[in-house]
């Protein structure tokens, strides 16, 4: 089998050290900002630094996420911590921001880039234009069937592509989730995802979590993905537990390694103690197998066996696991939406006999709050010794950044000058002279070996000069000088404390300095534009139709498509999966219309790349629209270098309005416009075929998927709209007092 990589989840040192000593090739954590996962204990660059020098010790690799959009206030932060991260060192960095891989391009082209699962790459075009974009790996995301994977992976060998393997699943598409950032304030594109998913709507079938999906598991079916040719697998989890971040490493460990001994059932079964939902496949072996789980969202265990007797305060019960006194039992009430009940067992019976633990397949008696019906399911959900011992992060030496020291030696003083190739545009060379006595040798002396060995003992300082060069400057031959140990000793403990104050000054980053190296806007590009133009809402852009954007080639008509003056406009959708409509077929409603300008929304990056042929069009022009999540300058500049014709870019949709006009107005040389509070955006797209997964309903498959269906959910005092279309589904808001179309 072709080697591949297995990444660990690194929600903390903890987490990050356990999945590699069990089982990790590497992790992929997050720094304390800028992280997917702001929920998680994340890491300090001491911690890093501390990570660092065990992953190089023992062959291992790092990945760091700095997978959210960035605000433009953020700069100089995000500058200081690739700085930091230039001089520790890592394997990549994985990105979701179009304006990050800009920058990190331009002033940090020696980092390996990655593209995070928020970057909803799902087609060639997406591929092709993240591989212009200097990118060298991809992780694919959840929604992908294993066909369609390998059909990317064939088509683009020269790009590493990486899936997620076990964890949470999403319910809507990787990327593309804006209801915790529109209802909540709370932005899953900022880490800090409040999991509306997860929470009870009332809708056709009553109250229920008509969102909850399964947990990914795909165990042995790892190996299809290595024989398509992926190249790493990714364990999803940075949330949760230690144990959880080495259990599930080395369970997937010996998937891979196709072991079938009784220790990884063990394994098995402690995983799911720690965290489990119901399982899934997810989408690896099709979109028509069900996904959701509408009666309880949250930790199951393990099942442990069903009631076989009950008592007033007690239950007899099959074992089909082991069992001990303050082991976690629940038992899931009956109810539209089942209410955990939950409790550490205190009395454990075999027949009469107290018992303090119980073998798989033994029929005891279990003590319970109250009384629980024949029949009804216990599940385990915790293991009274499942915790394990915490690391003691001290006991692990802080990885050394490398330089180049070079020593001049002169009867009274040395001048000592230390470089740090590669990073010279951020990181100028030091340069200090300090006093010494230096004297002519009795015998022959080489200093040379004596100055490596003094100065490569660093100490507490972060840095160890990897090359030493001297020059002679003294009178006397290179062989006869001599310079008191002590003194050396002294004047290594001044060079580098001078050193370390040196680079803790330099790598803090004002804005001021800022705009020294970040190059001026271009220019708003001028179009003689009718007026309405300048003021059109983005409501008025959307079709006669169910959604803000356009799905599929049978809206391209006048009756559909919004119109206006001599305008007709063509918001897209951000998906090319199941849809039919292409490039080509705007290209001929453009030519039929000739006459009209077409003024087209582009929202995801891969239009970028497939819809060239109609930057060529000359009645053709262009939008950014709401799913590009334009946040930052660099992002936008970007976009007026890839777009021709480009009219306007809305700002960021998830932003508070007073913050996105205060950003407008502090860019006027960017064509930035704001959404307007009232329209409704898409606040979920799925590959979730509703009907199916969430109302069992025997409706489709993935050669036939669902049409045109409408659904309806609420939750308090809000109102929401589900429409099925070619395969997809799309959750809107129905607010009041809006046009028709919501």
């Keep these: 089998m072709k080697l591949v990589e297995l990444l660990g989840p690194g929600g903390s040192f903890d987490s990050a050290l356990y999945a590699m000593e069990l089982g990790a090739d590497a992790v992929y954590i997050g720094l304390k900002a800028f992280s997917a996962r702001t929920a998680a204990v994340n890491f300090t660059f001491e911690e890093l630094r501390r990570l660092r020098s065990y992953s190089l010790a023992k062959h291992k690799k790092i990945y760091v996420a700095l997978n959210t959009i960035i605000k433009e206030e953020e700069w100089p932060r995000i500058h200081q911590n690739l700085v930091e991260l230039s001089l520790i060192g890592v394997e990549g960095l994985i990105l979701q921001d179009l ?86 304030g709370r932005s899953g594109n900022r880490g800090s995802c409040g999991q509306i998913c997860r929470t009870w709507f009332q809708g056709p079938k009553g109250k229920g979590y008509y969102l909850s999906t399964k947990d990914l598991a795909l165990e042995e079916d790892v190996r299809k993905l290595v024989d398509v040719g992926i190249h790493a697998l990714k364990i999803e989890g940075r949330m949760k537990s230690p144990e959880y971040a080495g259990l599930a490493s080395s369970y997937y460990r010996k998937c891979l390694e196709n072991d079938s001994s009784p220790e990884k059932d063990q394994v098995a079964e402690r995983l799911q103690l720690l965290f489990s939902r119901k399982r899934t496949k997810g989408f690896i072996e099709g979109v028509n197998n069900r996904k959701i789980y509408r009666s309880y969202a949250s930790h199951l265990g393990l099942e442990l066996g069903r009631v ?34 939950k409790w550490a067992l205190s009395g454990l019976f075999k027949g009469k006999q107290r018992i303090t633990e119980a073998a798989k397949e033994s029929e005891v008696w279990i003590c319970a709050p109250l009384m629980i019906p024949p029949g009804a399911q216990i599940y385990k959900i915790s293991a009274h010794d499942s915790n394990w011992k915490s690391q003691r992060q001290l006991e692990y030496p802080m990885a050394k950044t490398g330089f180049t020291l070079q020593i001049e030696v002169y009867q009274e003083r040395l001048d000592l000058k ?13 340069q200090i002279s300090l006093g010494i006595s230096c004297q002519e040798a009795r015998k022959n002396c080489d200093l040379l070996p004596i100055l490596q060995r003094v100065f490569r003992q660093s100490d507490q300082v972060l840095f ?39 680079i803790k000054k330099h790598n803090h980053l004002s804005h001021e300095k800022m705009t020294s190296f970040t190059t001026p806007g271009p220019k708003t590009p001028q179009f003689n534009l009718p007026h309405f133009l300048n003021t059109i809402k983005r409501g008025e852009l959307s079709p006669r139709a169910n959604l803000p954007f356009v799905s599929r080639t049978s809206d391209l008509n006048l009756d559909t498509l919004a119109m206006q003056e001599n305008w007709i406009f063509i918001p897209l959708s951000p998906l090319s999966l199941c849809g039919d409509l292409t490039p080509q077929s705007i290209e001929v409603f453009a030519k039929k219309h000739e006459d009209s300008n077409i003024l087209i929304g582009l929202n995801h990056y891969y239009q970028i790349e497939a819809f060239k042929p109609l930057f060529l069009l000359k009645n053709c022009f262009f939008f950014c629209d709401y799913l590009f999540y334009t946040a930052n300058t660099w992002t936008a500049r970007m976009l007026m270098n890839s ?11 998830e932003d508070t309005q007073s913050q996105s006009m205060e950003f407008i107005r502090s860019y006027p040389q960017y064509p930035f416009k704001l959404i307007e509070a009232s329209f409704s955006p898409t606040l979920f797209i799925s590959r979730f075929c509703f009907s199916l997964n969430s109302l069992d309903e025997d409706c489709c498959s993935f050669e036939n998927p669902c049409q045109d269906k409408i659904h309806n959910l609420g939750q308090q005092n809000r109102s929401f709209k589900i429409v099925e279309q070619k395969g997809l589904c799309y959750i809107i808001e129905k607010k009041q007092g809006l046009n028709n179309l919501f």
């Design 99 to 184: 304006g990050l891989i800009s920058y990190i391009r331009r002033n940090f082209p020696f980092f390996r880039l990655h593209g995070s699962t928020q970057m909803a790459a799902h087609n060639h075009s997406s591929i092709e234009f993240l591989q212009k974009q200097g990118l060298s790996r991809v992780v694919l995301p959840r929604e992908m069937t294993l066909s369609e994977i390998k059909a990317l992976v064939s088509a683009h060998p020269e790009m590493e592509f990486e899936v997620f393997i076990h964890g949470a699943l999403c319910f809507g598409f990787s990327g593309m989730c804006l209801a915790s950032g529109i209802l909540l």
């Design 643 to 653: 777009i021709p014709k480009l009219l306007w870019i809305y700002y960021w949709i």
């Design 418 to 430: 230390a470089t740090f190739p590669g990073l010279e545009k951020w990181i100028p060379s030091f």
């Design 308 to 341: 076989l007797e009950s008592k007033k305060d007690r239950f007899r019960i099959k074992l089909k696991s082991t069992l001990a006194i303050r082991d976690g039992l629940m038992y899931l009430m009956p109810g539209e939406i089942q209410k955990p009940l």
């Design 464 to 502: 160890l000069p990897e090359k030493i060069l001297w020059k002679n400057q003294c009178p006397w031959q290179d062989d006869k000088i001599y310079i008191p140990m002590k003194e050396l000793k002294h004047l290594r403990i001044a060079f580098y404390n001078a050193l370390d104050g040196f």
